[in-house]
């Protein structure tokens, strides 16, 4: 068994926090006694390799990933058990982006970052934009790099599978799903979506600033992160 967070933003997010660097979120994981951590940025996965070092040096597990916006405007969490993988998938979903130029000073910043939490560069185009990839392309996508895919808090009244379409589509073998840190009693949650018993559940931060890491704490019944993967 180990706690987790597998839905945090960094600076390169243009809705996170410039606090939201590779050292400060390893840091407070670290602070929060928090196992291991994904970072999940919107569309890309261009930071996790930097907060994947930062986290090593202090014992930090970190999985890469990203939050992907389908064609639908659904929000869906895809983690890969390596950098090689999401970086395949990632490079796939930034080029499905529409060309639409980030405007910082409308949408905020887009920072890339290494380990050190130095700037290395700015992503110019604007990574919040849906991508033109359906929510069930996405998952063969996911599934065939190894992936974990998890519609993303089905909880939320906006980007959210259940908020969008409705329903979980049915042409899809999902197994987990996420719901936000606002669902504090999960039985009562399910209680009045009896549906939603089925699938494997993520309870994660969504933090896009550092004071959002902290709240209840989620465990997982697994050996390993690498449990979590297909092999």
């Known amino acids: 068994m180990f706690s987790y967070d597998f839905h945090i933003h960094s600076a390169l997010s243009p809705c996170g926090s410039m606090d939201m660097t590779p050292g400060n979120i390893v840091n407070m994981a670290k602070l929060l006694e928090i196992d291991a951590i994904a970072v999940t940025d919107h569309n890309t996965i261009g930071n996790a390799e930097a907060v994947m070092k930062a986290g090593k040096s202090i014992g930090v597990s970190v999985v890469p990933g990203m939050e992907v916006e389908t064609s639908e405007g659904v929000h869906v969490l895809t983690l890969y058990p390596n950098m090689e993988r999401a970086r395949e998938v990632s490079n796939f979903v930034y080029s499905r982006l529409p060309d639409i130029e980030n405007k910082p000073e409308i949408f905020g910043i887009q920072a890339y970052m290494d380990e050190n939490d130095n700037i290395i560069d700015y992503e110019k185009k604007l990574l919040i934009s849906s991508a033109s ?99």
């Open 133 to 231: 990839i359906s929510i069930s392309e996405l998952f063969y996508i996911v599934n065939e790099a190894g992936g974990l895919f998890s519609p993303a808090h089905v909880d939320r009244d906006s980007y959210s599978v259940l908020s969008n379409l409705g329903f979980i589509p049915e042409d899809i073998p999902v197994e987990w799903i996420e719901v936000s840190k606002n669902v504090e009693d999960l039985e009562a949650y399910l209680s009045i979506r009896p549906d939603l018993k089925k699938y494997k559940i993520l309870r994660n931060s969504d933090a896009h600033y550092l004071e959002s890491m902290p709240g209840q704490k989620n465990f997982l019944e697994l050996n390993s992160v690498d449990e979590l993967f297909n092999k």
